[in-house]
Every structure is written in C-alpha cells, then in structure tokens.
C-alpha cells in the first residue's frame, strides 16, 4: 500500500495498529457489550446500597444512642421500673457492638439494683460468650460474673477464668488480680496470692483504693506488700 504524501511509515504502522485496535474493540463489544453493562449496572447498584446501608446505619447508631442517653437519665432520676428494663432489652435487640453491650450491662447492674442475681447472672454470662460484642464488653462481663459467682466456684475455675485478665498489661489487673489472690487463698495457695497482692499494690495503673486493699490483703497473709502510700 503506498503512503500518502508526507506520511511516514511510523504514522501508516501507528494508524493501522489504531484501526486494528478499534476493530477488535468493536467486536468485543459486539459480542459481550450486553454482559458489560450489566456488570456495570450491578456495580453501580452495589456500591449505591452500601452507601445507603452505610447510611442507615449512622441513622440508627445515632437514634440508639440518643434512646441510651435518655434511659440513662432515667436511671439517674432513680427510675428503676421494669418500663427502663424493657427499654434496654429493646435496645439491646435492635443494636449491636459496642451499643448492644452498654444496654446489656446496664439491665445487669439494675438486676442487681432490685436483688435479681438470677436475671444479672445470665446477662453477664450471655456477654462474657458473645463474640460480637467488643472485648472491653466481655471482659466487663466476666469480671462482673466471677464477683457474683465467686462463693459458689471452685478457687481454680475462678483462677483460670480471670488469667487472662490478671496480668500486668491488663486493665482489669487490679480487679481480677484481687479476685485470683482471694480464689488462691481459698486454695491454700497463700505466698501466690501475697506475690500477685504485692504486685497490685505496687503498680501506679491500678486505681488507688485497690492497691490499698491489696497491700492489707498481702498484710493479713504475713508476707508484705509495698506500702502503697510510699508510691
């Protein structure tokens, strides 16, 4: 084929690969032009539900919050009527995460505000084992149940429920730490408790009043803690 005037052959090879190119684009089109408009078209309908489900969500997250802040109002003006329980179970069904565990651990605490163990006991055990709630939630959970069940467990259940919980790079170290000294001395294990007491008492994370009982619990064992106040 000869050139046109002035028309090199690295212009007629690029225009020919040009060609070539649209033509097989064409006939891709031709042939599979329905398939991807559909995929377009359901990509388009993905992403736009998430985003309204992404929505949704911040409106009801925002709508349970307020319903939480409002029962909790109540709570502080001493309403304590099975009305706020009801609410909170309500809450609890229509949340998750972290909002599901707040109403959870509040309907527990009003359990036991009305001497209803029974009722406290379950909610604490039903979150201790909920894995879709934060750990904070379930750790609260376990710390709470091992305190009112604690007369009624072997010192090693309650030992081996805490030991996650009773080391030093834990929040709950000074409250499950107390709960595991006490479950040791229960078993006559009495120089591990002083060592796990004494090492409460010495840590400055633990809150005050803690590191206090622990350092007279260390006291009474013969084996002497730190005195907190030195720290």
Avoid: C, H
């Avoid at 225009?15 to 064409?26: F, H, I, P």
């Avoid at 919980?165 to 120089?191: C, F, H, P, Q």
């Amino acid at each position: 084929m000869a050139l046109a005037p002035g028309e090199t052959s690295d212009t007629f090879i690029r225009e020919v690969d040009e060609n070539l190119r649209r033509d097989q684009a064409e006939a891709v089109f031709k042939r599979y032009g329905s398939w991807i408009i559909a995929a377009a078209v359901l990509l388009l309908v993905a992403v736009g539900g998430l985003l309204f489900w992404r929505s949704q969500q911040a409106q009801q997250a925002a709508a349970n919050s307020e319903q939480f802040s409002s029962i909790l109002t109540e709570v502080g003006e001493g309403k304590t009527s099975d009305d706020i329980a009801r609410k909170l179970d309500v809450l609890a069904a229509d949340s998750n995460g972290s909002m599901s565990g707040a109403a959870r651990l509040t309907r527990a605490a009003l359990a036991l505000q009305k001497s209803d163990r029974a009722t406290a006991i379950t909610q604490y055990r039903t979150l201790m084992d909920d894995g879709d709630v934060p750990q904070t939630v379930r750790d609260t959970a376990s710390i709470r149940l091992t305190q009112l069940e604690f007369d009624s467990l072997q010192p090693q259940q309650v030992i081996d429920r805490l030991a996650p919980l009773a080391v030093k790079d834990s929040a709950w170290y000074g409250s499950a730490g107390e709960l595991t000294a006490l479950a040791m001395i229960k078993a006559n294990r009495r120089r591990e408790a002083a060592s796990l007491l004494t090492g409460i008492a010495a840590d400055k994370n633990v809150p005050p009043s803690l590191r206090a009982r622990a350092e007279q619990l260390a006291a009474g064992l013969s084996i002497p803690a730190a005195p907190a106040a030195a720290r």
